[in-house]
């Protein structure tokens, strides 16, 4: 029988792939993984056996598509509604306005949780419904932490209107992206609906990438922005915390800035 | 050191996990990983602690979000096109018409490959070009192997026409997506442009899981459909089996029937 240091190595080289690493050379995945060439050498060829890494025409290692057909059977409302109810009730206490938790599925967000407020927004967001990621505060706090490829992708699509505030020029929608990456808070105004404002931040996986987002929408006009920003933000931050997250630098839950 | 197998446990445990059995008991893990109750509750034990597994109220284990941010780094694109081209090529020639290889994202199919063929559809795609599930073949290929919250939440939606053949309605949506199951082919007549039809099947990965769908659109009206059926059957098995794959029932790649 073998110790769990076994399991452990071989999980800590799945764990080498992140966000800013998604492709890597025998020789990083072994410094990352903090193991030594021969063990990496045979845990990879293990793992790229079996389908959960596959290499590349240049010699590099990406994550493979058997354990993407794995990971696609993970419940994201499961662990994630349970981690985060009790942060999206501190946030209702906090505010008294419709709270939501919304996740990523293709071009759409999809409401996985909502607490409804006591104010008469026009927005009525229902557990299920989905909306283009473009027009509300959860899609754009998604997409500004999705790949450049998922970026150019959407901002290549047409943009549909709600309002005549949505925004519907890519270029506008990329500086958008680019203020959510550096202020770690993404506001829509008037995108959805003429009357309502949501203030949203992305809540991270146990690895650093981006699997939700949180959001409270108030009536517009409303001189509560600046104070929503930072409630919303710790309820972000703390869901994060609840999934195993742990901030490389505790001043700041923001993405290094991207090549545009 | 420690040999290979334990590498090779700890993977077991995670292909328990498939499309049919999305949630296990650790007995259920034990026996389907072929371990001891003893090493199975020691490798879940490894692969809970790492956010691989969750484990939900009832005491069943699922995939967990941590392995969904990691898997959700695996560019589709690269195993799979790598492993589809020859059979795209080889339906090519055997049709010359328009071959296409395509994937799901959210409600939406994307094109990853494309061969163009000698006529002249109306239907130009190309390669990252996007389009409904419910009207196109690729699209009903893999909307109809989706698990049914996936197939519910879809027919649930708004169906956007752009034919007067397009389906619509969501009970006859319904009712050709369990067509599509019981024939393991999806046809689709006219429903993108009117001068069009395609014949589409899925691909399935490694594990099991329809990860991808190969099609022929070829003009309307045609009496090619009966040949081009086992054409695209068979590319799309050579396909699955290149990348993995291996049938349980060599008769058939149909799935069992599923309760509406």
Redesign the interface.
């Known amino acids: ?8 190595r ?2 800590a080289v ?2 080498a ?3 800013d690493h ?1 492709a890597l050379s025998l020789t990083e995945i072994s410094r990352r993984a903090g193991l030594s060439l021969t ?1 990496a050498h ?2 990879v ?3 790229a056996g ?3 890494l ?1 290499r ?1 025409a240049s010699g590099a290692y ?15 409302g ?3 509604r349970q981690a985060a109810l009790p942060y999206l009730e501190d946030l209702y206490e906090a505010t008294h306005e419709n709270v939501q938790l919304a996740v ?5 967000v999809v409401y996985t949780e909502w607490i409804s407020g006591r104010s008469a927004v026009g927005v009525r967001i229902q557990v ?1 419904a ?1 909306w283009p990621l473009h027009a509300t505060g959860v899609g754009l706090a998604l997409l500004a932490h999705e790949v450049p490829a998922v970026q150019d ?1 959407y901002c290549a ?1 047409p943009l549909a209107a709600f309002t005549a505030h949505t925004v519907t020029d890519p270029a506008v929608l990329r500086r958008t992206l680019a203020e959510v990456r550096r202020t770690g808070v993404a506001v829509s105004r008037r995108q959805v609906t003429d009357d309502a404002l949501s203030v949203a931040a992305p809540v991270r ?5 981006v ?1 939700a987002a949180v959001s409270v929408v108030v009536p517009y006009p409303t001189a509560r922005t600046p104070a929503l920003v930072p409630a919303v933000r710790l309820a972000a931050r703390g869901i994060s915390r609840a ?2 997250w742990q901030p490389r630098d505790p001043d700041t839950d923001t993405d290094p800035p991207q090549e545009p």
């Open positions: 029988m073998t110790g769990p240091s076994a399991a452990d071989l999980l799945l764990a792939f992140d966000h998604p063990t045979r845990l060829g293990a793992l079996w389908g959960a596959e590349d990406h994550v493979g598509l058997r354990l993407w057909e794995v990971a696609a059977l993970a419940p994201r499961l662990g994630l990523r599925d293709g071009p759409e299920g989905r992708a699509r996986g146990p690895a650093g990438a699997v999934l195993g």
